[in-house]
C-alpha cells in the first residue's frame, strides 16, 4: 500500500541532505523554512547562509532529488533565500554546538558523497561494479573509498587482491584503512583470520560490523564513498540509511526485460531505507568479439525498463568479459591490468556519469569559510 505523503515524511527525507561544510542536515540546521504539499507537487523553501552561496547548486539538487524519490511525489520545486542576519546567528549556534558535541554519528567526512551500489537480486556484479567503479573514480583523480558491506559474504579483499590486514592505531583506537591500488579499502575479509573465525564472529557482532565500519575507522578526506552492498534488500540497507543518511543508491541490474519483480524490490528497498537511488547500471549487457560484433546473450533492454520504472538515468552498459570474471579472481581488477581496453573506458564514462550526477562536494564555499570562522571561535 502507498504510504500517504506527509510532511513528516518530507522532513525525514530532507535528513539526507548535508551541509557538507558545516557537517549537519538542513533540518537540524534550520534551514528549512517552509513545506508546502499540493497534489505531488512539493515546495520547500530553504533558507541559505548567504544569497549566492555556491553551494547552493549542490543543496538545492539534493534536495530535488531526495524528495523526488519519495513515492507520491511528481516534482521538487526548491525556493532558495538568504538567511536574516538573526537566523544566521542560530544556524551558527547550532553549528557551534555540533561541534563541540562532536555529534558527527560517523567518521565519514560530511563532504564525502556516498555511493551504496545495491540490486534487487544477487549475482548480478554488484561487488564487479562497486570495485571497478571505485577505481575509475580514483583514476578520475578523486580521493575514493571502498566499504565492503557485504560483511559476511564479503569478496572486495579478493577481488582487490589484498591480503594487507587493518590495524588499529594505538594512539586513537581507530582502525586505518588498508590502502589497494590508491583507494582506500575496508572488509571484514581484511580482519578476521580466516572462514572459521568468521564464523564465530557472526551471530557475535553482525549488527555491530557496519556501525563499527563507519564510527570506527579513520577514513581520509575522500570525495567519494564507495559501498558493496550485501544481496538482498534487507537490514544492511536500513542500517546504512540511519548510519548515513546521505547516501545514494546506484542499483545493478542485467539485461534481461523479465525483471519486473526486480524493479518492485528495488523500489520497496528505495522506499524502505529513504535513500534516492541514483541511476541503474546494466551488467553483462552484451559481449562483444575482437573483431566488433556484438551478442546480446542475456537479452536486452532490462537497464532502460528498470530505470525508466524508477524514473532515473540509465548511467551505464557494461559488456560481458571473461577479462572482467578471471581478473576479479586472480585479484587483478580488469580496469587496472587494462586501464586501456573496453571494460575500463566504459566504466570510467560510467564514473564520469555518476560524477555529473552526484558532484563532489567543492571545498572552499561560503559556509566552508563559516566554518572556518567557527573553528576558529
Ligand atoms: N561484466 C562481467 N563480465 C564477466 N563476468 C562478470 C561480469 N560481472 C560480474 N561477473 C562475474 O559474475 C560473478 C558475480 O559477480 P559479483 O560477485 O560481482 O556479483 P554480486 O552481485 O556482488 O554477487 P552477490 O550478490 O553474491 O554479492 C563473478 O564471478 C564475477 O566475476
Ligand atoms: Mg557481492
Redesign the pocket.
Known amino acids: 500500500m502507498p504510504q500517504t505523503l506527509t510532511k513528516d515524511r518530507i522532513m525525514e527525507a530532507l535528513r539526507g541532505v548535508l551541509d557538507p561544510e558545516l557537517g549537519s542536515d538542513v533540518v537540524d540546521l534550520g534551514m528549512v523554512r517552509e513545506v508546502v504539499l499540493d497534489e505531488g507537487v512539493v515546495t520547500i523553501g530553504l533558507a541559505l547562509t548567504i544569497a549566492e552561496c555556491p553551494m547552493r547548486g549542490q543543496i538545492e539538487n539534493d534536495t530535488v532529488r531526495r524528495i523526488e524519490a519519495i513515492p507520491g511525489v511528481q516534482r521538487a520545486v526548491v525556493k532558495t533565500r538568504a538567511m536574516t542576519r538573526k537566523q544566521r546567528s542560530e544556524l551558527m549556534e547550532v553549528a557551534r554546538r555540533r561541534a563541540r558535541e562532536n555529534a558527527a554519528p560517523t567518521r565519514v567526512p560530511p563532504t564525502t558523497r556516498t555511493i551504496a551500489v545495491g540490486?534487487g537480486?544477487?549475482?548480478?556484479?554488484?561487488?564487479?561494479?562497486?570495485?571497478n567503479l571505485a577505481l575509475s573514480l580514483g583514476r578520475l583523480g578523486y580521493r575514493v573509498g571502498l566499504l565492503d558491506a557485504?560483511i559476511w559474504?564479503f569478496?572486495i579483499p579478493r577481488?582487490l587482491g589484498t591480503d594487507a590486514r587493518i590495524e588499529a592505531d594505538p594512539a586513537t583506537r581507530l582502525m586505518q584503512p588498508v590502502e589497494a591500488h590508491g583507494i582506500e579499502v575496508v572488509s571484514t575479509g581484511l580482519i578476521i583470520e580466516s572462514e572459521e573465525t568468521a564464523l564465530m564472529w557472526r551471530g557475535l557482532m553482525l549488527s555491530k560490523a557496519l556501525e563499527q565500519f563507519l564510527q570506527q575507522v579513520a577514513w581520509g578526506k575522500l570525495d567519494y564513498l564507495v559501498i558493496?552492498?550485501?544481496?538482498?534488500t534487507g537490514d544492511v540497507q536500513m542500517a546504512l540509511s540511519r548510519l548515513l543518511p546521505q547516501s545514494e543508491m546506484v542499483v545493478?541490474t542485467t539485461p534481461s526485460r523479465t525483471a519486473q519483480k526486480v524493479a518492485i524490490r528495488v523500489a520497496d528497498m528505495a522506499r524502505r531505507s529513504a535513500m534516492p537511488v541514483v541511476g541503474v547500471i546494466e551488467?553483462?549487457?552484451y559481449f562483444e568479439t575482437p573483431d566488433g560484433q556484438r551478442f546480446e546473450l542475456f537479452g536486452r533492454g532490462g537497464g532502460e525498463a528498470l530505470a525508466d520504472s524508477l524514473n532515473i538515468p540509465l548511467i551505464g552498459a557494461?559488456?560481458?568479459?571473461?577479462?572482467?570474471?578471471?581478473?576479479?579472481?586472480r585479484g587483478e581488477p580488469v580496469v587496472v591490468v587494462r586501464p586501456d581496453g573496453p571494460?575500463a573506458r566504459v566504466f570510467m564514462e560510467v564514473a564520469g556519469r555518476l560524477v555529473g550526477l552526484v558532484p563532489p562536494a567543492d571545498a572552499e564555499t561560503c559556509t566552508g569559510r563559516i566554518a572556518k570562522l567557527l573553528a576558529a571561535l
Open positions: 540490486s537480486k544477487g549475482g548480478v556484479g554488484k561487488s564487479s561494479v562497486s570495485v557485504d559474504g569478496s577481488m558493496d552492498l550485501p544481496p538482498g545493478v551488467n553483462m549487457s557494461i559488456p560481458l568479459d571473461p577479462a572482467l570474471g578471471a581478473g576479479a579472481d571494460v
